[in-house]
């Protein structure tokens, strides 16, 4: 698989509890797609984008390194993305 849907990543990715949180995220323009604010659910991710979510109270940065066919359990998640956010001290 070469590319996903970026609402369909964010629930693979386990972000969010539901798919169409994922596309709420995204359609109220929490979401940026290598910097660049996405608007569209459908819009297609690929290997090595950088998604910067803004949740609740933080925001996390993931580097994409994968896409899964289902929805796994939490340990399934490890290769789907990279967590580029600087630990604090």
Do not use: C
């Not at 996903?4 to 109220?28: C, F, G, N, P, Y």
């Not at 933080?58 to 580097?63: A, I, Q």
């Not at 896409?67 to 967590?83: I, K, N, P, W």
């Amino acid at each position: 698989m070469e590319r996903q849907r970026l609402d369909k990543w964010l629930w693979h990715a386990r972000i969010v509890r539901a798919r169409s949180t994922a596309a709420a995220l995204v359609e109220s323009g929490h979401v940026r797609v290598n910097g660049v604010r996405e608007k569209s659910p459908g819009h297609g991710i690929k290997t090595g984008d950088v998604v910067t979510i803004a949740l609740d109270r933080s925001v996390r940065v993931l580097k994409v390194i994968g896409f899964a066919e289902r929805r796994g359990d939490a340990a399934s998640v490890t290769g789907l993305y990279a967590d580029l956010e600087v630990p604090r001290e």
